[in-house]
């Protein structure tokens, strides 16, 4: 293969690439918001490429994957169309009668709840649902809170690492390197299972003591019947069609975005009295539109050839003990996944995986080693990802309304609780990876 040179085009890509990493990694110190650093990384990605010849808005417009996007916007309004109808508050309430004042059955059950639930929509939505509600029950049973909006979080951002739409860095990773629902839940399903077994085991030791107090009888009398059944039954009838959907696309020939497509159009006719404009109103088009610039970001780096020329000085270290590279990417992507929001991170690290393959290089176990990096270091501080920074921001309500700050979940309870729960999945899907290793560096589709 011929050896790439350092040209002018390469060096003005990879300067926005990096200024516009740079500054959404460190949105906490400029304060300027990460779609906003995103939005401004891909216009002057657009307009250097046009002066120096590597990249135009035409181009721009094909780098984007709608598939991700329409897929995600699609999945935000079905869940907006859902929550209204009271459904999972019935669900969590059906949940705190069965645990009869069991703690540790009471966290057993609303951690399956929300880790089946984030199999199919985001983890961020999952415990934006039931973050309130657990907070509830906590309240109404007198115990602390704390021990189940953890396990909430933890088990939501373990459960999403299983599926292609579980969790945003799966549909950026899925995108990138052409995988499938199928595929996705073949490969990293029962490396999840096993880590949600551990972190469910370990909870139970982490919260002996707050697990072991006698609670007071469940009180929740005032709470609200199931206002819409039509519109919630025929939503949950849409999302087991929706599954099998996904698991035959291939044959259908169906991208998995016209999958939510059809799910969404059959669910507005279900529910008559949908509010269209106010469904539409709660799909989070800020976070849709950082997919679309850092979609547009990756293909000016790619249209420049500057991810070919980083992969042919990486490719020989990675061919050399492509085992030991898969393992290091995964601990690396979970160290600093834990530092900050696995998005952007994730993003940061598919041009430089793709720019590998370009070279030739079998980079399957790096895509299934970055997806369990980025997944299970989420857990290690209150920063991994956005549904933890949730948790923490709910929790630190709370503690303000109760004035009895010891209600809050610190960074350093989250790091102390959260670091062994990273610590132990990681070791778990090492170990899955270093013995099933041929199975995950089998290329895709094949």
């Not at 057993?108 to 509830?136: C, E, K, Q, R």
């Not at 039509?230 to 959907?245: D, E, H, Q």
């Not at 020989?316 to 590279?325: F, G, I, K, Q």
Request: glycine share 10%; charged share 10%; aromatic share 10%.
């Amino acid at each position: 293969m011929e050896t790439l040179v350092w040209n002018t085009e390469m060096m003005v890509s990879a300067v926005v690439l990096v200024l516009t990493f740079v500054a959404i990694f460190t949105e906490g110190l400029h304060g300027i918001h990460r779609v906003k650093c995103g939005m401004a990384g891909a216009a002057i990605m657009i307009v250097a490429g046009q002066i120096f010849g590597f990249y135009n808005p035409e181009q721009a417009v094909h780098s984007i994957d709608w598939n991700v996007v329409f897929l995600l916007g699609g999945m935000m309004t079905i869940v907006a169309i859902m929550i209204p109808t009271g459904g999972f508050q019935q669900l969590a309430y059906a949940i705190a009668d069965y645990s009869k004042g069991r703690l540790f059955l009471l966290m057993a059950l609303m951690g399956t709840l929300v880790t089946v639930l984030s199999l199919l929509l985001d983890n961020v939505t999952t415990v934006v649902i039931f973050g309130p509600l657990i907070i509830l029950i906590c309240q109404s049973l007198r115990v602390s809170a704390i021990p189940f909006l953890l396990a909430a979080a933890l088990l939501s951002d373990t459960g999403g690492v299983a599926t292609l739409v579980g969790d945003p860095p799966n549909l950026m990773i899925g995108s990138a390197a052409g995988i499938g629902f199928n595929d996705f839940v073949l490969h990293m399903g029962a490396m999840v299972f096993v880590a949600w077994v551990i972190i469910l085991v370990f909870l139970r030791y982490l919260f002996k003591e707050e697990l072991s107090v006698t609670p007071h009888e469940l009180d929740l009398s005032d709470r609200e019947p199931l206002s819409d059944p039509k519109t919630w039954y025929g939503a949950l009838a849409v999302l087991g069609i929706m599954v099998i959907g996904f698991i035959m696309h291939g044959r259908l020939g169906w991208e998995p975005w016209f999958v939510t497509a059809v799910g969404l159009t059959a669910l507005v006719f279900i529910g008559k009295d949908i509010d269209m404009e106010e469904a539409f109103a709660h799909t989070e088009l800020a976070l849709l539109m950082f997919f679309i610039s850092l979609f547009i970001i990756v293909g000016g780096v790619e249209h420049s050839q500057f991810l070919e020329y980083l992969g042919q000085f990486i490719v020989p270290y990675v061919e050399s003990d492509l085992l030991t590279a898969t393992l290091m990417l995964m601990w690396i992507s979970a160290v600093l996944s834990a530092a900050i929001d696995n998005i952007p991170f994730t993003a940061a690290m598919i041009p430089i995986i793709l720019g590998m393959e370009s070279q030739g290089i079998n980079v399957t176990p790096l895509w299934w080693g970055l997806a369990a990096g980025v997944g299970m270091g989420g857990n290690g501080t209150h920063l991994g990802s956005t549904a933890n920074v949730f948790i923490v921001t709910i929790s630190e309500k709370m503690a303000k309304d109760a004035g009895d700050p010891s209600l809050a979940i610190t960074p350093g309870l989250w790091f102390r609780k959260g670091l062994p729960v990273m610590l132990l999945t990681l070791t778990s899907c090492t170990v899955i990876m270093y013995f099933f290793f041929d199975f995950f560096a089998k290329p895709i589709g094949t």
